[in-house]
Nanobody
Framework: QVQVVESGGGLVQPGGSLRLSCAVS????????MGWYRQAPGKQREVVAT???????NYADSVKGRFTISRDNAKNTVYLQMNSLKSEDTAVYYC??????????WGQGIQVTVSS
C-alpha cells in the first residue's frame, strides 16, 4: 500500500507562517507530480500549488508570492511553506501524489487555521 501522510498543520495568527510536510511511502514505483489542495467548509476543494518531478511549480493566484512548494525526491516528500497567512487560508489541506503510471494518492488532510 501507498501511504501519504501530512504534518505541520495547526493554528497560526494572521501574518504568521506555517510549513506543511507530506511524506509518501509504500509500494509506489516513482512519483511524477505532487501537489497541495485545500478545502474550506462549504467550498469545493481547490488546488493550491503543484510541483513536477523536475521541479516546475504552479500556484493558485490567491497564494502567489506567499506560498512556496518544494520537494525532496530522495525522501519522497513535498513541502508547502506558507507565509503571510490570512484568515481565508483556513482550510483542510490535502497532499496529492501522482505516480508514473498516473495513479492518484491522497493524504487524509491536515487542518490549518489562521485566526487571532
Amino acid at each position: 500500500q501507498v501511504q501519504v501522510v501530512e504534518s505541520g498543520g495547526g493554528l497560526v495568527q494572521p501574518g504568521g507562517s506555517l510549513r506543511l510536510s507530506c511524506a509518501v511511502s509504500g509500494s509506489i514505483f516513482s512519483i511524477r507530480d505532487m501537489g497541495w489542495y485545500r478545502q474550506a467548509p462549504g467550498k469545493q476543494r481547490e488546488v493550491v500549488a503543484t510541483i513536477t518531478s523536475g521541479g516546475s511549480t504552479n500556484y493558485a493566484d490567491s497564494v502567489k508570492g506567499r506560498f512556496t512548494i518544494s520537494r525532496d525526491n530522495a525522501k519522497n516528500t513535498v513541502y508547502l511553506q506558507m507565509n503571510s497567512l490570512k484568515s481565508e487560508d483556513t482550510a483542510v489541506y490535502y497532499c496529492r501524489a501522482v505516480s508514473r503510471n498516473l495513479a492518484l494518492y491522497w493524504g487524509q488532510g491536515i487542518q490549518v487555521t489562521v485566526s487571532s
